[in-house]
């Protein structure tokens, strides 16, 4: 392959259509999409350029890919700011909202849990009664029997109120998808546990969904630190400028210096003006007297 000849330029095409295609299979660069480059058509400036071995012919190439880079870079640093914006106003302050009414409900029902412990005379191990269908029962197996019974008789997939425990009103409901009957304890908020067959472990399941409460509070504490960080985070990158805009301009500035220079349009508007396009003039008919 000869230097600066029409071969160079075609296989710096095909390099230049391959990384493209490299970016997409590889994943190695940061934009989500690549334009596919199609085969440059050559005008008749740049056949004579290459021919004649000119340079601004191969710099102009090198710029053209360059360019077309840099601004698909652009436009994914203006897609992923136009996606922060809408989680910054939308997005976020909607998952801020619904974290804060949450923090307040898991305080509500912690208050309510630490009470119902400060209650009981003879501490925690101490079984504080449930009651279930209108009856309160003090003993822990019994309590777990009677909610076993319960369970027998519901024939509702709706949840229905059957007593009260710690508190918190009692609900009970049958998933009928998972063949599973679950107890829901409603206090500010719903905490629901998933029934088995043992009356003894139900109870105990109950007693551990309540205890976690405090962890639940502060854990939803925690996500709402790092909402708010997220929020702080996302304005900071929206007001991020794009990193190469200053090399965009420099490029593209001397992509377009290159194209005046070469003059390709122009050139080829010339070729095709300079075709002859009027008819040729009509021979002048001779006329030979006739000899009498």
């Known amino acids: 392959m000869t230097e600066n000849t029409f071969d160079a330029y075609?296989?710096?095409?095909?390099?230049?259509k391959q990384r493209f295609i490299s970016q997409i299979m590889t994943s190695k660069s940061p934009v989500r999409s690549a334009e596919d480059i199609d085969e440059t058509a050559l005008s008749y400036a740049e056949v004579k350029a290459l021919a004649t071995g000119?340079?601004?012919?191969?710099?102009?190439?090198?710029?053209?890919?360059?360019?077309?880079k840099l601004k698909l870079l652009k436009a994914n640093h203006l897609s992923q700011r136009y996606a922060l914006e809408d989680r910054l106003l939308k997005l976020l302050p909607q998952q801020i909202k619904s974290t804060e009414e949450r923090i307040a409900g898991y305080e509500q029902d912690v208050a309510l849990y630490t009470r119902s412990l400060?209650?009981?005379?003879?501490?925690?191990?101490k079984f504080p009664g449930m009651t279930v269908k209108d009856y309160t029962y003090s003993e822990r197996?019994?309590?777990g029997a009677a909610l076993l019974d319960a369970c027998k008789g519901m024939t509702s997939p709706d949840p229905q109120e059957i007593g009260s425990?710690?508190?918190?009103?009692?609900w009970l409901s049958f998933d009928s998808f998972h063949k599973e009957y679950k107890v829901t304890l409603r206090g500010a908020l719903a905490h629901t546990v998933t029934l088995g067959a043992d009356a003894g472990g139900n109870i105990s399941r109950i007693n551990n969904a309540l205890s976690d409460l405090p962890a639940k509070l502060e854990h939803a504490r925690e996500q709402l630190a790092t909402l708010r960080q997220q929020m702080e985070t996302a304005k900071e990158q929206i007001a991020a400028p794009f990193e190469k805009e200053q090399e965009l301009q420099t490029k593209?500035?001397?992509l377009a210096e290159l194209n005046a220079l070469l003059n390709m349009d122009k050139r080829e508007n010339e070729a095709v003006d300079s075709v002859p396009d009027e008819e040729p003039e009509a021979p002048e008919r001779r006329v030979v007297g006739r000899e009498r």
Not at 10 to 16: A, D, G, I, W
Not at 54 to 68: A, F, G, H, R, T
């Open 10 to 16: 075609l296989y710096q095409t095909l390099e230049n």
């Open 54 to 68: 000119n340079p601004y012919i191969k710099e102009k190439m090198d710029l053209d890919i360059q360019v077309s």
């Open 118 to 125: 400060a209650s009981e005379a003879d501490g925690a191990d």
């Open 141 to 143: 197996a019994a309590a």
């Open 165 to 170: 425990y710690r508190g918190f009103s009692f």
């Open 252 to 254: 593209a500035a001397r």
